[in-house]
């Protein structure tokens, strides 16, 4: 156990539909980056948020958004899903904002859109 | 912006050494992250290099080279569990994200 919790662990959803992905990060880390993996392709950076700000942004569609929360958990919001959008969405945390320790990962979510 | 380069895939024996090159081009370089990931899995932290040269954590090593934007992962004594992609992933001044190389699937055979 990494210590950053995703929920749910699999998703499968219909096309045109809207999912929201969870993320608590491990203990004392302020950071939350969310990854996009489709079969065997690279991690592509989505977004990030430093103690509830947004602080980085990736290629993350306009049907995407994200927030992260007092709690510090952060939540991806996928609307309007097509089929394209399956893949692994991982989120990873670490202490601070510039990530320059290495991120902890989720175990991720895999959703699938049929 | 990064532009990171690795070979798509190897193949190596069981008890073999196997070294996965990473090139990278990129402004404002503070180190490079290695991680593996297998199949389905979450990515695992497995070293980082700030400075030149090698550095060895059991039958894994990395090795730096700034000046030429170039690293290596270097895995000795190879067992199936080590079949598995593995990423390279410069850290920068000024940004807040890691951009992971498309990374390199290795096949280790009995």
């Known amino acids: 156990d990494s210590g950053v919790t995703q929920t749910p662990k699999h998703l499968i959803t219909a096309t045109g539909q809207r999912v929201t992905l969870r993320c608590s990060p491990r203990?004392?880390?302020?950071?939350v980056y969310w990854y996009q993996q489709s079969l065997d392709q690279g991690l592509q950076f989505l977004i990030q948020y430093y103690n509830g700000e947004e602080r980085a942004k990736g290629n993350i569609l306009e049907r995407f958004s994200a927030q992260q929360f007092p709690d510090l958990h952060s939540e991806l919001n996928l609307s309007s899903l097509e089929l394209g959008d399956s893949a692994l969405y991982f989120c990873?945390?670490?202490?601070?904002?510039?990530?320059?320790?290495?991120?902890?990962f989720g175990s991720g979510t895999r959703l699938t859109v049929v | 912006g990064q532009n990171i380069d690795q070979p798509t895939e190897m193949t190596a024996t069981e008890g073999a050494i196997v070294q996965i090159n990473c090139t990278y081009q990129t402004s404002g370089f503070n180190g490079l992250f290695w991680y593996q990931q297998h199949a389905g899995e979450a990515p695992t932290f497995l070293s980082y290099?700030?400075?030149?040269g090698l550095e060895e954590k059991g039958r894994f090593s990395s090795f730096l080279s700034r000046s030429k934007g170039y690293s290596y992962l270097l895995l000795k004594e190879l067992q199936m569990k080590d079949s598995a992609s593995y990423l390279c992933?410069?850290?920068?001044?000024?940004?807040?994200?890691?951009?992971f190389g498309t990374g390199t699937r290795l096949k280790v055979l009995a």
């Open positions: 203990s004392g880390d302020l950071s």
């Open positions: 992933a410069p850290s920068t001044s000024g940004t807040y994200k890691y951009i």
């Open positions: 990873a945390s670490s202490v601070e904002d510039r990530g320059g320790y290495g991120y902890t």
């Open positions: 290099n700030v400075l030149d």
